[in-house]
């Protein structure tokens, strides 16, 4: 059974700082990997996806990588802001079973000081 | 497009009472996926739909929940009866194909039963 696993839970961190959050998974027969960004009250915003065949992918200051072998994702915040301040959560879908299912992490509580 | 459309945002209910939630997909988008999201387990795929017809429901909990899409803009999810357990955040998602493609996330509905 797939098991997402995102580390730290929280993070803290001041403005300008480069970050990297991380994200595991357990079975590495997946199709791809998305990272979103949940606002308090809000629903989840996709930042990035990266399919199975990929290393990685950019945008903006964001850059996620991918070691489908390790099981392992990175998603790398460059020059923080503050209203990068939210949860971030990865998600993978497998192969097989249901195609539908993204499995989620339960997400990093980035919070970015002034 | 106005994104994916959830009503009501909020919802605070007596136990035993009858609950339905409802979404509105991107116009165009074949996929429809209703999650959950709880502090305990994190976001867990429900159901999903595709072309109107329930593809797996394998994440619905129990009897007391049902989903309908009677047609490509709409959707419900109902709880009958509801229970204190039931609450959390239920998300409606949707995507134009499946594999490889990012899912839109509604802003959630907030379930509460007391």
């Known amino acids: 059974k797939q098991e997402v696993t995102q580390i730290p839970a929280a993070l803290s961190v001041p403005e300008g700082e480069n970050l990297v959050l991380n994200c595991s998974f357990t079975d590495s027969a997946i199709y791809n990997l998305q990272w979103f960004r949940q606002d308090p009250g809000k629903g989840l915003t996709s930042l990035l996806l990266i399919q199975s065949s990929q290393r990685e992918q950019t945008s903006g200051r964001l850059n996620a990588s991918l070691d489908k072998s390790s099981g392992r994702s990175t998603l790398y915040i460059a020059a923080s802001q503050p209203g990068d301040s939210a949860t971030y959560l990865c998600?993978?879908?497998?192969?097989?079973?249901?195609?539908?299912?993204?499995?989620f992490g339960k997400g990093t509580k980035l919070s970015v000081k002034p | 497009d106005a994104g994916v459309i959830q009503s009501p945002r909020h919802e605070v209910t007596e136990m035993g009472q009858e609950v339905t939630l409802r979404c509105k997909p991107i116009?165009?988008?074949?996929?429809l996926f209703w999650y959950r999201q709880t502090m305990m387990r994190g976001l867990e795929l429900l159901i999903y739909?595709?072309?109107?017809?329930?593809?797996?429901d394998s994440g619905m909990p129990e009897d007391r929940f049902s989903a309908k899409m009677p047609n490509a803009s709409f959707s419900t999810l109902k709880i009958q009866p509801s229970e204190p357990r039931d609450s959390a955040v239920y998300f409606c998602?949707?995507?134009?194909?499946?594999?490889?493609?990012?899912?839109?996330f509604g802003q959630g509905t907030r379930l509460t039963v007391v």
């Open positions: 116009s165009g988008h074949d996929y």
């Open positions: 998602a949707s995507s134009l194909g499946i594999l490889g493609t990012e899912a839109f």
């Open positions: 998600a993978v879908m497998n192969y097989g079973g249901s195609q539908g299912n993204l499995i």
């Open positions: 739909f595709n072309n109107n017809v329930p593809i797996d």
